[in-house]
């Protein structure tokens, strides 16, 4: 499933992929991945992820029941 709250927060805040990924020490293609629902993160890069973007765990990673079906 894609992460559109992860992308709409990043453009929020005027990231690009890079610079976002720069914030928290991993790669550009690291963030597209996750973007794309194609990488599960660890809980200390959705933490780091955040914390760059002022959100919670809950703004960017939780799935309501509606979401997943």
Known sequence: MKNKKLKMARAEHDLSQQELAKKV???RQ???LIELGK??????LCLSICWALDKTLDD???KVKQEEE
């Open 30 to 32: 690291t963030i597209g």
């Open 60 to 62: 960017l990673f939780w």
């Open 39 to 44: 990488y599960n993160p660890t809980l200390q």
């Open 25 to 27: 020490g991993v790669s």
